[in-house]
């Protein structure tokens, strides 16, 4: 038991006393002030230097408290599956907004895509580029720099669609062709270790 729930029982003297008011504090199903804390938490949360599965791990664990304190009662039985539908996206939409800086490459590659994906999707993609990060040593430059190209290809492809010429674009924001306001590093910020003189 949790030290501060511990401090609240401790001096029941039956079993029957503890779990009442346990389940008085937080098995209420309808606890909405659990649910706003938990939703709070969910939105506030932070990657922390955490590593990519324990970050993961706590953003499900609030998911399924607010699921618990906060149900969804369905109408019909394809309800459910809709909800979670709806709500994934947000939930994978907060697990990115909390990355840590170093993942800011492939956070930019995933919003550029049209939808966002599961937030299983989501959490195997930052598995790979942590292993990526985490396996660079002597040629950490080098590397990076080539994993940056290649995830700037992948970003320019994913957002724009696939053309032979991209002249046509233009960026309302530092007028300049190639490329649109959308995806422009001066306003949205370089990749790391990118060198803004090649293009």
């Known amino acids: 038991m949790e030290p501060s729930a511990r401090e609240q ?3 029941m003297t039956s079993v029957a006393e503890v779990w ?4 008085t504090q937080f098995a209420g199903k309808s606890n909405k ?3 706003n804390r938990i939703l709070h938490e969910l939105c506030s949360l932070k990657q922390c ?7 993961a ?8 408290d607010l699921h618990y304190y906060h149900p969804f009662e369905p109408l019909d039985k394809r309800d459910l599956a809709i909800h979670h539908k709806w709500f994934e996206p947000i939930v994978s939409k907060n697990f990115l907004d909390g990355l840590d800086e170093k993942f800011n490459l492939r956070r930019q590659i995933i919003f550029s895509n ?5 937030l299983e999707d989501v959490v195997s993609s930052l598995l790979e580029e ?6 660079e040593n002597g040629d950490n430059q080098k590397s990076e720099d080539a994993r940056a190209a290649m995830s ?4 320019h492809t994913s957002s724009r669609g696939v053309h032979a010429d991209n002249k046509k674009w233009f960026c309302d924001y530092c007028r300049r062709k190639g490329h649109t306001k959308e995806n422009c590093f001066n306003l949205h910020g370089f990749p790391p270790n990118w060198q803004q003189g090649i293009s």
Do not use: D, H, N, W
């Not at 009442?20 to 389940?23: A, F, I, K």
């Not at 700037?152 to 970003?155: A, E, K, N, T």
């Open 114 to 118: 049209p939808g966002l994906p599961t």
């Open 9 to 11: 029982v401790e001096t």
């Open 49 to 55: 230097s955490r590593s990519v599965i324990e970050y």
């Open 57 to 64: 791990g706590e953003m499900k664990r609030l998911y399924r």
């Open 130 to 135: 942590e292993t990526c990060l985490t396996g």
């Open 20 to 23: 009442s008011s346990l389940e």
């Open 152 to 155: 700037l290809q992948s970003f």
């Open 33 to 35: 002030m659990q649910a």
